[in-house]
């Protein structure tokens, strides 16, 4: 029986991964008393991600590559994942009954494939005598000499330390802005977009795989590559997802169009011109579909009104030109992002502000910050749940 004076009495705002996976591991130590705060289930948010298998990592070792994938809060990292990087994470995943396993692009996924069967699993190691979850709405964090005071909507609690865990959604920019934190203005990343060549959207449904994309961004010229898909009202997949958080501070407009280039197949120009040779007595749609999809090509020949059933010898120079740049170099400009699709949030809690080997305030003693309310995200491919598992494991170091 632990006397009620050497308890450390925590509470963590916000349940989800960052501050649900806190929870676990405070827990096992029965000298702290654990208050979680959420109007959600525990690790709820988890459901939704990796489309429902859960993302959780990414197996690179090289701490240098790793935080390559983290367009804000790269420096941040490398200092967190030396303590604790992926490998770690899976380890500590293992010894709470949750074996992973590494799909062939190097996404780690739970043995199960299931998000709802990871959030079960967590939440069995939550509900110990030294844990509770009050499930109401934080409105008000302040503190005295003495302790934290955090108010909800229906009361008032009192706390040793305090930890923010509210995620890029959460009010808990707010909390930490009153406390006195720098919060990096929040914006939406992983976002589907919206291109000004709207007869694109006719594909809806077709992907393609391993696309190379560039833009520039001033004089900067970034590449990225990975899939890609139309859907009716936007372009998405992984490779987007990146564009998107590469650009997430840029202000896009139909004025002020983001212009990315892509490769849509792996064919060079002279390659392309070699097949029209070879097939010149084909018609150009047969000739084209041999190497990308049908659709796709029409798009281009009717926005460019050529005549898709003349032979392929009977194309001008310049017609020519236009269909092989369309396949080696098409021209999309970003107009905009779509509304609510994000998948993370760019920006939070300034990291000048937080100590990267506690996790804890630089402002206040006993506050702390972990996971996505930092201003911390990554791009898809598991680096944003290892920012909450890393930060988590970090900041449960100094209730050991
Ligand atoms: C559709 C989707 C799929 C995703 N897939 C992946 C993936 O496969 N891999 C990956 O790495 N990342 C993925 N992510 C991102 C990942 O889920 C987040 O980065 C991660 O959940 C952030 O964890 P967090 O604990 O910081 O915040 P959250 O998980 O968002 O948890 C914050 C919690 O705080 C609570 N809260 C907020 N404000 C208050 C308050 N005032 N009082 C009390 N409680 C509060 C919320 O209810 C919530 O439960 C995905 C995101 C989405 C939306």
Redesign the pocket.
């Known amino acids: 029986m632990v006397q009620e004076s050497t308890y450390k009495n925590i509470a963590v705002?916000?349940?989800?991964?960052?501050?649900?996976?806190l929870s676990v591991l405070l827990c096992k130590n029965p000298y702290n008393k654990v208050t979680a705060?959420?109007?959600?289930?525990?690790?709820?948010?988890?459901l939704?991600?990796?489309?429902g298998?859960?993302?959780?990592?990414?197996d690179e070792d090289d701490l240098k590559e790793f935080v390559k994938n983290y367009p804000r809060g790269e420096k941040f990292l490398m200092s967190v994942f030396s303590k604790m990087d992926q490998r770690k994470t899976r380890k500590l995943f293992y010894d709470l009954g949750i074996k992973t396993y590494v799909q062939s692009d190097k996404?780690v996924f739970p043995d199960s494939d299931s998000?709802a069967k990871i959030m079960s699993d967590l939440k069995k190691h939550l509900y110990t005598d030294n844990f509770k979850h009050i499930k109401?709405?934080?409105?008000n964090l302040s503190n005295n000499v003495k302790e934290f005071v955090i108010q909800?909507e229906k009361g008032s609690y009192k706390f040793d330390y305090v930890v923010i865990?509210?995620?890029?959604?959460?009010?808990?920019f707010l909390?930490a802005r009153n406390l006195g934190h720098k919060i990096i203005d929040p914006k939406p990343s992983?976002t589907a977009l919206d291109i000004e060549e709207k007869d694109f959207y006719k594909l809806s449904g077709m992907g393609f795989k391993n696309v190379d994309a560039s833009f520039k961004i001033g004089k900067k010229k970034y590449n990225c590559s990975g899939d890609i898909l139309f859907t009716h009202k936007s372009i998405s997949g992984p490779c987007i997802f990146k564009i998107s958080s590469l650009a997430a501070y840029e202000e896009i407009s139909l004025n002020n169009p983001l212009e990315i280039e892509m490769r849509m197949s792996s064919l060079t120009d002279e390659e392309i011109e070699n097949i029209i040779k070879e097939n010149s007595r084909k018609t150009v749609k047969n000739v084209f579909s041999s190497f990308v999809p049908e659709n796709f090509i029409m798009v281009e020949l009717e926005k460019n009104k050529i005549d898709s059933n003349k032979q392929a010898a009977q194309l001008k120079k310049n017609e020519k030109e236009i269909l092989i740049n369309s396949i080696t170099s098409l021209k999309l400009h970003v107009i905009g992002r779509i509304k609510d699709s994000?998948?993370?949030t760019a920006g939070g809690v300034d990291l000048d502000e937080v100590n990267s080997k506690t996790m804890e305030s630089k402002i206040l003693n006993g506050l702390y910050f972990?996971?996505?309310?930092?201003n911390i995200?990554?791009f898809?491919?598991?680096?944003?749940?290892?920012?909450?598992w890393s930060t988590?494991y970090i900041c449960s170091m100094n209730f050991n």
């Open positions: 705002i916000g349940c989800g991964a960052a501050g649900g996976f705060f959420d109007i959600k289930e525990p690790f709820s948010t988890l939704p991600t990796g489309g298998r859960c993302n959780l990592s990414y996404r998000s109401e709405k934080v409105i909800t865990a509210t995620g890029g959604r959460g009010n808990g909390l992983l994000e998948i993370v972990i996971g996505e309310v930092l995200d990554g898809t491919g598991g680096f944003n749940l290892q920012n909450c988590a």
